[in-house]
Nanobody, 127 residues
Framework: QVQLVESGGGLVQAGASLRLSCAASGRSISNYAMGWFRQAPGKERAFVAAISWNAGRTAYADSVKGRFTLSRDFAKNTVYLQMNSLKPEDTAVYYC????????????????????WGQGTQVTVSS
């Protein structure tokens, strides 16, 4: 079992930055691809970003490309989502997840392929 705990969310103004952390415990996540997803009120959970198990590949939703950066720290068993130039439409609960497999041909990481999920952290961006 892997336990994931997200942190770093909060209330910020448009244009600000936040860094979300996803700390794993129970097992090393070094062999997992990791993804971030978000769910806004009344909307489906949506893919945000993913990083391969060896950090050699990343993928981003079009809506966050150029503004968000995903990285991982193997020593700390943690992944980070740096979010810059935040917009009100980024407001959502953000979740991290592990994935045993992520096809090299897939442009995104499907939520259906994720194994373990965190409880989420709220990000609110005011205009």
């Amino acid at each position: 079992q892997v336990q994931l705990v997200e942190s770093g969310g909060g209330l910020v103004q448009a244009g600000a930055s936040l860094r979300l952390s996803c700390a794993a415990s129970g097992r090393s996540i070094s062999n997992y691809a990791m993804g971030w997803f978000r769910q806004a009120p009344g909307k489906e959970r949506a893919f945000v970003a993913a990083i391969s198990w060896n950090a050699g590949r990343t993928a981003y939703a079009d809506s966050v490309k150029g503004r968000f950066t995903l990285s991982r720290d193997f020593a700390k068993n943690t992944v980070y989502l740096q979010m810059n130039s935040l917009k009100p439409e980024d407001t959502a609960v953000y979740y991290c997840a592990t994935a045993t497999r992520w096809s090299p041909l897939a442009p995104a990481l499907p939520a259906s392929q994720c194994d373990f999920w965190g409880q989420g952290t709220q990000v609110t961006v005011s205009s």
